[in-house]
C-alpha cells in the first residue's frame, strides 16, 4: 500500500527540527508536500516518490506530478516558530517591484506596464502552470514561460508561490447596520486584504429600486476598492413590474427568500417566486434567481418549540432550523426552476441532506453555492454566539458531506454571507436566542477555504474554480473576472501555501470587531493582493489605493 505524505507530515517534521524525512516502500507526496519540501530544505532518505495524489481519502484519484516552480534559496522560515517568513518574498514584494533599469528605452506596444514572474499561476480552465504575467493598461497582456524575457517598467517576483484569479465573493451584504458608504470602503478593504477582489453584494428595500441603481454606480466607484455587481431581492409587486428596467441597468441576478430572518427580511410565498421566475424568463441575457432555500413553515415551528430552553448553544441553534427545511426547500425550488426554465442558484447550502439531495437534481440551470464558514466550522469548533447565523453552521458530518460535494461537482461556488456588524450590533449580550444572525467574512474567505484543502490534500485548483471562474461565469462577468487569460481584469491573488498565521481581527480590515477564526491558526494566506494591475496589498498591509467599479452585465 503507497504511503501518502501530507503537508502535516512535513509542518511536524519542521517543527521538530528535523531536516531528513525516512521513508521505506512506495510513497507519494502531495502538492503542497513537495513544496514544502523544497521550501524547507527536507532530504529524503528513500525511494524516488510515485504519482501525486490529487484528493484525500476515498475521493484520491491520481495524476502526474507536475514541474515544480524553482524556489529562491532564501525562502525559508528562519526558525520553527514561524515569526519569520523570509527574506527573498519580502525582497520579491518590495525591491524588486521597482523600475527596472534595463527597461529605460521608450515604451514599445507590446511592453508590460508590470510583469509577474517565478510565479505558480492557477488557470482555472487549465490547472497550474509554471511561468509569469505580463500586465497592460490594468490587463493580463500575456501568460509567459519561466524563462522568457519580456520587457517591462516594473518587476514582481512571485517567489515561487501561487498566482491566482482574483477572487470573487459571489454572497456578500453590506449597508445593513451602517451606511452602504461606508462599509463599501471598510469592507472592500478588508476583502482585498483577504484576496477577494469582486464582490456580489444583495441589496434589499421594499420600495423600487430604480434611484438606487441610479446612484449606486457612483457610489461604488467613490467609495469601493473592489468591484461590485448587484443581486437585487425581488419582495414586491413593484419590482416585478420593473424588472425589464433593472435589466437595463446591467442587473441580470435577483434574490428571493423562501424563508426570512425575523424583523430583517421577509420570506416570499411560492406563488410570488413562480411570478418572478415567469418575469425573468422573459427577460435576455440569461438572468439567475437566487434563492434562500428553507421551509418557512418548519422553521417556524422549531423556533416556537426552542422558546421554551431556557438557553441555546449552538447545536441547539441549529435545530432551529432543521435540515430537513433546506432539503425540502431546495427540491421545490429546483422544481419550480425546472418548470419555469430560468437560473436557480441556491445559496449557502450547509446540510449533509440538502447536499446529498443536490447530486441528484443537478442540471445545468441548477448552482449550488455553499460558504468558507460552512466549509471551515461545525457547531462543535464554532463555539460561541458570535457563530450564529441563519441558516445555522452545521454538524462535522454536514461539513465533510459539503467538502465532498465540492471536490465531485456539486458544489459550484464558495462565497461567504458576509454580514457587516460590531459584536455590540450583533447584541451578543442577549445570547444564542436574541442575538442578531450574521458575521463578518470576507479577509478570511480564501485562507479559511485553502487551509481546509491543504489539510484535506486536495489540489488548490479544484478550490480556487469555485471561487472564481463559477461565479464568474453564472453571473455573467466572464472572462472579464474569473481566469488570468490574456484579456481579463488584472486582479490577481499571490498565495503562499505554507504561510502560517493566527487570525488577529484588528488586521483584518473591517470595521467589525470580531471574526469567526479568532485565536485560530489558518495556513495558506495572501501575501499580494493586485487589483487593476497596481499592487494594493501587501504581506497583510494596504500599500495603495484601489478603485473598485460597478459591473454592467
Known amino acids: 500500500m503507497r504511503q501518502v505524505i501530507s503537508?502535516?507530515?512535513?509542518?511536524?517534521?519542521?517543527?521538530?527540527?528535523?531536516?531528513?524525512?525516512?521513508?521505506?516502500?512506495?510513497?507519494?507526496l502531495t502538492d503542497i508536500a513537495r513544496d514544502m519540501v523544497k521550501r524547507y530544505g527536507i532530504a529524503i532518505a528513500g525511494p524516488a516518490p510515485g504519482m501525486i495524489a490529487a484528493t484525500a481519502g476515498s475521493l484520491s484519484q491520481e495524476a502526474p506530478v507536475p514541474r515544480q516552480a524553482a524556489l529562491g534559496p532564501e525562502i525559508q522560515r528562519a526558525d520553527a516558530t514561524g515569526k519569520s517568513e523570509g527574506a527573498a518574498f519580502a525582497r520579491g514584494l518590495g525591491q524588486a517591484f521597482r523600475k527596472d533599469k534595463g527597461m529605460t528605452a521608450p515604451r514599445a506596444l507590446n511592453q508590460a506596464d508590470l510583469l509577474i514572474t517565478n510565479g505558480r499561476i492557477v488557470l482555472p480552465e487549465a490547472g497550474v502552470i509554471e511561468g509569469g504575467l505580463a500586465i497592460k493598461d490594468g490587463k493580463v497582456l500575456a501568460i509567459i514561460a519561466p524563462d522568457a524575457h519580456y520587457p517591462t517598467e516594473r518587476l514582481l517576483d512571485a517567489g515561487g508561490n501561487y498566482v491566482l484569479p482574483g477572487i470573487i465573493d459571489p454572497h456578500v451584504h453590506l449597508g445593513m447596520f451602517a451606511p452602504l458608504e461606508e462599509e463599501l470602503a471598510t469592507e472592500s478593504?478588508?476583502?482585498?486584504?483577504?484576496?477577494?477582489?469582486?464582490?456580489?453584494?444583495?441589496f434589499n428595500q421594499k420600495e423600487s429600486y430604480r434611484r438606487f441603481l441610479e446612484e449606486l454606480p457612483g457610489k461604488v466607484a467613490q467609495y469601493s476598492g473592489a468591484d461590485l455587481f448587484p443581486h437585487l431581492t425581488l419582495r414586491?409587486?413593484?419590482h416585478l413590474e420593473e424588472l425589464s428596467l433593472y435589466r437595463t441597468k446591467g442587473v441580470s441576478s435577483f434574490k428571493s427568500y423562501m424563508c426570512g430572518i425575523p424583523?430583517?427580511?421577509?420570506?416570499?410565498?411560492?406563488?410570488?417566486?413562480?411570478?418572478?421566475?415567469?418575469?425573468?424568463?422573459?427577460?435576455?441575457?440569461?438572468?439567475?434567481?437566487?434563492?434562500?432555500?428553507e421551509n418557512t413553515s418548519l422553521v417556524d415551528a422549531a423556533l416556537e418549540q426552542a422558546a421554551a430552553l431556557p438557553e441555546l448553544d449552538l447545536r441547539q441553534w441549529g435545530a432551529t432550523h432543521p435540515a430537513m427545511a433546506e432539503e425540502e426547500a431546495l427540491i421545490r425550488a429546483a422544481y419550480f426552476a425546472s418548470k419555469m426554465g430560468v437560473n436557480l442558484y441556491a445559496v449557502h447550502i450547509g446540510t449533509k441532506d440538502a447536499i446529498e439531495t443536490a447530486r441528484?437534481?443537478?442540471?445545468?440551470?441548477i448552482h449550488i453555492e455553499t460558504t468558507s464558514p460552512y466549509l471551515s466550522l461545525d457547531d462543535s469548533t464554532a463555539g460561541s454566539v458570535d457563530a450564529k447565523m441563519a441558516p445555522p453552521i452545521r454538524d462535522q458530518a454536514s461539513r465533510e458531506a459539503l467538502w465532498r460535494g465540492l471536490v465531485e461537482g456539486t458544489v459550484d461556488t464558495i462565497g461567504t454571507d458576509n454580514v457587516t456588524m460590531t459584536r455590540a450590533e450583533k447584541q451578543v449580550e442577549k445570547g444564542m436566542a436574541g442575538a442578531i444572525p450574521g458575521y463578518p467574512a470576507m479577509a478570511t474567505h480564501l485562507v479559511s477555504v485553502?487551509?481546509?484543502?491543504?489539510?484535506?490534500?486536495?489540489?488548490?485548483?479544484?478550490?480556487?474554480?469555485?471561487?472564481?471562474?463559477?461565479?464568474?461565469?453564472?453571473?455573467g462577468i466572464y472572462p472579464r473576472k474569473g481566469t488570468l487569460l490574456p484579456g481579463s481584469d488584472a486582479d490577481i491573488v499571490i498565495v503562499d501555501p505554507c504561510r502560517e498565521q493566527a487570525v488577529d481581527p484588528g488586521t483584518l480590515g473591517s470595521r467589525s470587531d470580531f471574526s469567526l477564526f479568532t485565536g485560530r491558526t489558518l495556513r495558506g494566506w495572501p501575501v499580494a493582493t493586485i487589483k487593476g494591475g497596481e499592487l494594493v496589498c501587501q504581506n497583510g498591509q494596504m500599500v495603495s489605493g484601489a478603485r473598485g467599479s460597478f459591473l454592467i452585465r
Not at 13 to 25: P, Q, R
Not at 190 to 201: A, F, P
Open 360 to 365: 441528484s437534481i443537478k442540471g445545468p440551470r
Open 7 to 28: 503537508s502535516d507530515d512535513i509542518w511536524n517534521l519542521v517543527e521538530g527540527g528535523k531536516t531528513t524525512l525516512h521513508l521505506e516502500g512506495e510513497y507519494v
Open 189 to 202: 478593504r478588508s476583502s482585498l486584504l483577504g484576496g477577494v477582489t469582486t464582490m456580489g453584494c444583495f
Open 450 to 475: 485553502l487551509d481546509g484543502a491543504i489539510r484535506r490534500n486536495i489540489p488548490l485548483e479544484t478550490v480556487i474554480a469555485k471561487m472564481t471562474l463559477n461565479p464568474a461565469k453564472i453571473f
Open 236 to 238: 414586491e409587486q413593484v
Open 263 to 293: 424583523g430583517l427580511l421577509p420570506h416570499q410565498s411560492d406563488g410570488f417566486i413562480v411570478a418572478a421566475m415567469q418575469s425573468l424568463k422573459m427577460l435576455p441575457g440569461e438572468p439567475v434567481l437566487c434563492i434562500h432555500c
